[in-house]
């Protein structure tokens, strides 16, 4: 709810306004049933293709970065769990993560530091997506 509001060396966001925002619309849908969108995209699933991962969101329409660049912050691990920076290309409402030091990815990881400036959100309010960890690519 509140990763790209956060601070490098204060971790309570002085803009609470957008967080205060999100979980209204949060509450507003799973709570009291309102037909909105409650949330940035939300990790779904994760399938190997070949030398990519493709992961899927919940919530994933209009994926984008915040600052036009390719998205940052994902990595990519063989069955080692040796993680490496992933080259990042959005497709509609999944995103498909390469790395040239892996052939065979097995596992995906999104903004998994104490503190990064990633940059994946999605359109519709600018919410960003939280750091995330997957399972076993299928």
């Keep these: 709810v509140s990763s790209d509001q956060g601070?490098?060396?204060?971790?309570h966001p002085t803009n609470k306004q957008p967080v205060g925002e999100r979980l209204g619309r949060w509450a507003l849908n799973q709570t009291?049933?309102?037909s909105i969108t409650p949330s940035g995209p939300i990790y779904n699933k994760v399938v190997r293709e070949g030398e990519s991962l493709v992961?899927?969101?919940?919530?994933?329409?209009?994926?984008?970065?915040?600052?036009?660049?390719?998205?940052?912050?994902?990595?990519?691990?063989?069955?080692d769990g040796l993680f490496y920076p992933a080259q990042v290309k959005i497709e509609g409402n999944t995103v498909r993560l390469t790395?040239?030091?892996l052939?065979?990815?097995?596992?995906?990881?999104?903004a998994w530091q104490?503190?990064?400036?990633?940059?994946?959100?999605?359109?519709l309010f600018g919410?960003?997506?939280?750091?995330?960890?997957?399972r076993q690519a299928k």
């Design 7 to 11: 601070d490098s060396l204060d971790v």
């Design 32 to 34: 009291y049933g309102h």
């Design 127 to 134: 919410r960003a997506y939280e750091s995330c960890n997957s």
């Design 99 to 101: 790395s040239p030091e």
């Design 114 to 123: 104490p503190f990064t400036r990633a940059n994946f959100s999605q359109m």
């Design 55 to 79: 992961v899927s969101f919940t919530y994933g329409d209009g994926l984008r970065t915040s600052d036009g660049k390719a998205p940052s912050c994902f990595e990519m691990a063989e069955e």
């Design 103 to 110: 052939k065979a990815p097995r596992f995906v990881r999104y």
